[in-house]
């Protein structure tokens, strides 16, 4: 089962939900948990979870290079860039290697075969453990735009390592939860995150700012047929606004939890919650129990 944990805005206690969670199904030994740091611009769930990394490997994306001797500058690469990457001026071609999304289409049409690709690395992997969690993780360098390209390689490299299990490891396979850590907001990259996910957790917080950018989250988890319900984190400040949206819209609310200076102080030292409080492990239980109440309900 593959779950996603989203919010629709930053500092909701997205990566606490994530980490918290996987901890929790990890200590139960009929399940073999995976998690994923797909948040490559601002990744913080190895702060909590403390991984073990065994391999660390380049990713790169093919940008164009191009072959003075044999190009006319006919200019009908610049022409099929629908990014602006490359402009060409007398007798010369321009290539902006951070506007570049990799694509392929000039090489693919350049009349004179002149374009070749080379790679530019745009970020890393992580692979790793922590305790019994296999982890995969990224890190996009900072100034690159596009989180995307590493995102979808740590969702490959996740897929990779189920595929190469044996028959025998079939026999004895425990209950496989995979756990997306998800940027946050909804663009591109939330997107290529949660896509192919059984369901979604969407973190948010009793605030107009947090209903307005959970409003948006639902709907993108809607256009993509995606089961969701909602964790409402530090539900004892602000409004009850939230609440009154996901009744009136029949979101399940999976679950609530207070704001407490404990926590903050744990979260600050790189302490997860169920470490702190022994009492949190049974409500994370729950928590996966009512994901998989909702995620049969929607099966059906």
Known sequence: MI?????????????????????????????????????????????FLKPLIKKRESIEIPIPKIDQKKCNYCGKCAQI??????????NRILVFPELCHGCGACTF??????ITEQGREIG???????????????????GEPMASPIIRKIKKKSKEKYN???????????????????????SCPVIESVKGSDYAILVTEPTPFGLHDLILAVEVLQK?????????NKCDVGNRQVEEYCKNNDVPILLSLPLDKD?????????????????????????FQNIIKQFKISSW
Do not use: W
Not at 81 to 90: D, E, G, S
């Open 124 to 142: 890393i992997l992580e692979e790793g453990e922590s305790g019994t969690i296999s982890f995969i993780g990224g890190q996009l360098n900072i």
């Open 81 to 90: 860039c629908a990014y602006n990457a490359m402009v060409v001026i007398k």
């Open 3 to 47: 779950i996603s944990v989203a919010s629709g805005k930053g500092g909701t206690g997205k990566t606490t939900i994530a980490v918290n969670l996987a901890l929790v199904l990890a200590g139960e030994q009929e399940n073999d948990v995976r998690f994923l740091d797909c948040d490559v611009e601002e990744p913080n769930a190895h702060l």
């Open 224 to 232: 993509l047929q995606i089961p969701y319900g909602v964790v409402l």
């Open 263 to 287: 926590i903050a102080i744990a979260y600050s030292r790189g302490m997860p919650i169920v470490s702190l409080d022994h009492s949190y492990e049974q409500k994370f239980i729950q928590l």
């Open 109 to 114: 049409f350049c009349p004179q075969k002149a």
């Open 164 to 186: 190469i299990r044996t028959n025998e490891d079939m026999k004895i396979r425990k209950q496989e939860i995979i756990l997306i850590d998800v940027p946050p907001g909804t």
